[in-house]
């Protein structure tokens, strides 16, 4: 079973940053496809990011291009999601996802290819 925890959301000014942590309790971490989702109030959720356990990283990029970054440290256990420039917009509950699933390219922002979650961080960008 896996456990995921996010950490980092809260309440910021427009042209802020957040930076998000997601903790994992799986052994085997470097093997696992890690993603972030997001559901903003009355819509539905979508991919924000993903980084493979081969570390290729893929984007929202309509949504999120060139203002957030995910990373990820195997050695932590821990996927990041740094978020800079916010727009109230970007206002939504942030979701960490896993996967063992093999995804390439735009198949890898498919919630389907994720088996776990987490409880999810609030984010709040005020104008």
């Known amino acids: 079973q896996v456990q995921l925890v996010e950490s980092g959301g809260g309440l910021v000014q427009a042209g802020g940053s957040l930076r998000l942590s997601c903790a994992a309790s799986?052994?085997?971490?470097?093997?696992?496809?890690m993603a972030w989702f997001r559901q903003a109030p009355g819509k539905e959720r979508e991919f924000v990011a993903g980084?493979?356990?081969?570390?290729?990283?893929?984007y929202n990029a309509d949504s999120v291009k060139g203002r957030f970054t995910v990373s990820r440290d195997n050695a932590k256990n821990t996927v990041y999601l740094q978020m800079n420039s916010l727009k109230p917009e970007d206002t939504a509950v942030y979701y960490c996802?896993?996967?063992?699933?093999?995804?390439?390219?735009?198949?890898?922002?498919?919630?389907?290819?994720?088996?776990?979650w987490g409880q999810g961080t609030r984010v709040t960008v005020s104008s």
């Open positions: 996802a896993a996967g063992t699933r093999y995804c390439s390219g735009d198949g890898c922002s498919d919630q389907a290819r994720y088996d776990y």
């Open positions: 799986v052994r085997t971490f470097s093997s696992v496809n």
């Open positions: 980084v493979k356990w081969s570390g290729v990283i893929t």
